[in-house]
């Protein structure tokens, strides 16, 4: 299974947007029925989504849905669930029982769903790698807003304040074995490199890929996570050292020291430049 790189929200009430987010280049999409949809309407967009998917031939774009947490969400995952529908992603998830709640529910309807949990409490984030380990669980997200009003933060350009939660969620899920987090979304979509700069500094902390919410962030993201030329040719050099060394560690041309670790990373390079 490849990993997506770009996933696009699209309100789950805004139906003449769904089929413009499937071509709009993200390899992703994600219907919401949680944040981007007003209480009086939630059920609405629950039969809009539902009726949507049901009428969706197979593609190359994942189709995920964000589906309501507490009494809503049940009812949500029975109406969307479809074998088209890639999975769930599951707000405010706190606990590993909540994941597993999920996967009795889905194993009747909807049997080879994936879920997605978004981590927007302290308490999710020292559940973590328990989270990560709950059946079905493809891969983690933090929730960055709701999380830092949770934990009373004010989070500012450098993110500082979200380090801990960060590197936390991002070693959940190696530990795990699960696919690496997507970033958390970005509200800036009109400043292209502040957005790019952001997503670099994310990508050097292990997250994969980025939530959007405009199709003008899809970019951007994208060039963060697809490797230049100089970088794939940079990591097969380093693989051609060390397959041509005496032993398991290699000097490159530079003076460096290459071992294994080093050429794990050059292979992740090559891995992300196929796909």
């Known amino acids: 299974m490849t990993v997506a790189l770009t996933y696009l929200y699209v309100p789950g009430d ?16 994600v219907l919401d029925l949680e944040d981007a949809v007003a209480a009086d309407r939630k059920v609405l967009a629950r039969e ?35 074998p088209h529908l890639a999975g769930v992603w599951l707000p405010k998830v706190g606990s590993a029982s909540e994941v597993e ?23 999710g984030v ?8 709950a059946p079905r669980l493809r891969f983690l997200q933090l929730g960055e807003v709701d999380l830092a009003a949770d934990l ?22 190696v530990a795990a074995g699960i ?3 997507p970033a958390a979304v ?25 939530a959007c919410i405009h199709p003008a962030q899809l970019e951007p993201v994208r060039r963060v996570f697809t490797p230049s030329q100089d ?16 032993s398991g560690v290699a000097v490159d041309a530079e003076g460096f020291l290459i071992d294994e670790a080093v050429a794990r990373q050059a292979r992740r390079v090559l891995a992300r430049a196929e796909q």
Request: glycine residues 6%; proline residues 4%.
């Open 14 to 29: 805004r139906p003449e947007r769904f089929d413009k987010a499937l071509t709009s280049g993200a390899d992703a999409i």
């Open 48 to 82: 809009t989504v539902a009726r949507w998917i049901a009428a969706l031939a197979p593609g190359s774009v994942e189709v995920w849905v964000r589906v309501n947490p507490g009494a809503l969400q049940e009812a949500d995952i029975c109406a969307v669930a479809h």
């Open 101 to 123: 709640q999920v996967d009795r529910l889905l194993a009747d309807v909807c049997p080879d769903a994936t879920v997605s949990a978004l981590i927007e409490t302290a308490a």
């Open 126 to 133: 020292f559940d973590a790698l328990a989270i990560a380990r």
């Open 152 to 173: 009373g933060v004010e989070v500012d350009d450098d993110g500082t304040a979200l380090l801990f939660a960060r590197s936390r969620v991002v070693a959940a899920s």
């Open 179 to 181: 696919d690496p987090p």
């Open 186 to 210: 970005s509200r800036n979509f009109r400043d292209g490199d502040a957005l790019e700069a952001d997503t670099r500094a994310l990508a050097r902390l292990g997250f994969v890929g980025r």
């Open 231 to 246: 970088e794939v040719r940079d990591a097969r050099a380093v693989l051609a050292c060390l397959d041509a060394a005496d």
